[in-house]
């Protein structure tokens, strides 16, 4: 039986800065306990200048910035929600990065490459599986479809349900040494 105060699921919206947009830049963090209760959602302004919002993916419009946290600000305060916890993510990679956190350093749950995620959705095991195709197949929910992006609070939120549907055999086999990811045969970088 998992600890449901140990967990919380995390999710960023990102900005592109610099020269074309290229670099990403932290621009929105939400993070919900186990319960799907939103402890934290704020927009943040990115170290840098924003020249692409990625509105169509990221939600973030020019407006929101007017009144987020400086970069700074924002990363501590996450730091601090984070320190101790397991953190539930899909693909949490690119959040870590923006937040300029190691994520080796942390204990994590990543539902895009969960073996049992994947095997009970009946999708194939060489390759992550999106966010939005587990929700369908495993919650018959649709997420993703705005028309105004995406939404940080519905990926974190969508993230630890996914989780709760195996969340006692993924401890126990934890527990047990066995690899609960699956191998990306298509995957360029270590896992974390």
Request: with cysteine; net charge positive.
């Amino acid at each position: 039986m998992v600890d449901p105060n140990k967990y919380v699921a995390m999710d960023c919206e990102m900005v592109g800065l610099g020269h074309g947009g290229q670099e990403s830049g932290l621009a929105r963090c939400s993070i919900v306990d186990y319960s799907g209760k939103v402890i934290y959602d704020k927009f943040i302004k990115p170290d840098g200048t924003i020249t692409d919002y990625r509105t169509d993916v990221s939600g973030i419009r020019p407006l929101d910035m007017v009144t987020a946290l400086p970069y700074h600000v924002a990363r501590e305060e996450i730091l601090k929600i984070l320190e101790g916890k397991i953190i539930v993510g899909h693909d949490p990679r690119s959040d870590f990065r923006v937040l300029r956190m190691d994520i080796a350093s942390y204990t994590i749950r990543d539902t895009s490459s969960c073996k049992l995620l994947i095997t009970k959705a009946m999708l194939k095991t060489d390759r992550r599986a999106s966010l939005k195709t587990l929700c369908q197949k495993l919650l018959g929910k649709r997420i993703q479809s705005s028309l105004r992006g995406h939404s940080s609070v519905e990926d974190a939120s969508a993230a630890m349900e996914l989780f709760k549907l195996v969340e006692n055999l993924w401890e126990v086999q934890l527990t047990k040494g066995a690899k609960v990811e699956i191998v990306n045969r298509f995957e360029k970088y270590d896992r974390y």
